[in-house]
Structure formats: C-alpha cells, structure tokens
C-alpha cells in the first residue's frame, strides 16, 4: 500500500512489494495472485475480521448492536485522520476500476449474519441484504471519512453510519 500511494498503482511491480516486504517474489505469489489482490487484502480481513468478532458476540444481543460493535472492531486503531497526502492516495486507489471485484469476503459476513439470525445463505435473501448493506455503509463512511474538511476521526463516522441503516432495516423474519 505505501509503494502504491509513493508511486501510484500503475507504477508498483510485484518484485517491488515483495523487495520492500523483504521476502521473495515467490513467497509474494504464494499468498496472492497479483498487487491488486495485495491491496484488498486489507479490505478481505477487516470483513472477516467483523465476521469472526459477529460469531463471538452474546447470542442474545440485538442484531444491529452485534453487527456495528463486529464491525467496528477492525478500525478501533483508526483513530487519527490521516495525513492529507494519505487521503488523497487513498482516494485514487479506492477509485481504480481495477480494485472492483476484489472483495469475496463480503460473503463470509452474510454468512455470520445468517448463523446469527437462523436465517438460511442459500435460501433468504436477508443475510445478503445486511451483509451489503453493512458493507456499502461502512464503505459510504470511509469514503466521507476520506472527503470530509477538516479530517474527522472514522469510528464515529462508522457507528453513524450504521445507526442510520439499523434505523431502517428490520430485524430477521422469524415465520419459519
């Protein structure tokens, strides 16, 4: 990630990354497929992160207080507005069409949410629903969290974030 906002995407090479990682170009290819995918790793392990801390949460604790604390667990050490030059490399790179479709982990939350809430990921929709739209809120928040001026902490952005979507979405159907 630092190559990339030092010398732009387009400009980072995978024998640099795993120079700078101080490990062999093999070794980079063993765990990913290309730079791209070295970059939405950070994405891929805060969503499994939220989606282990969502299967360790109390089984009786409301959904949507379980989803926003699983979430925000990730970003606890975010508590700093980045430096502006960050922001503004952070802003291309989130922007790169080739960045899209990176994200497969988005399932493995649909699948916490559907063990938490006795709903089935092959056969209700539900799971999917809130597993997006957690996502698409937690993204809408990073994405102000990178616009807004002057800087603002994420974490709060995050909790308003979700707040705002828990206000509007039901809780599970339970007519099985």
Known sequence: LRLALERGLDNVRVEDIAEAAGVST???????????????????????????????????????????????APWESATQPPAPEVRQALRLLAGAPVMEGLFAADAELAAAVAERTGTSLERDLYPHLVATAVIAATQAAVGHWLRVEPPAPLVPLITEALRQLAAGMPEAPHDR
């Open 26 to 72: 093999r070794t980079f290819n063993n765990y990913f497929a290309s730079k791209h995918e070295a970059i939405a790793a950070r994405h891929v392990d805060r969503v499994r992160q939220s989606a282990r801390t969502l299967r360790e949460r109390p089984p009786g604790e409301p959904l949507w207080e379980a989803l926003t604390r699983a979430v925000l």
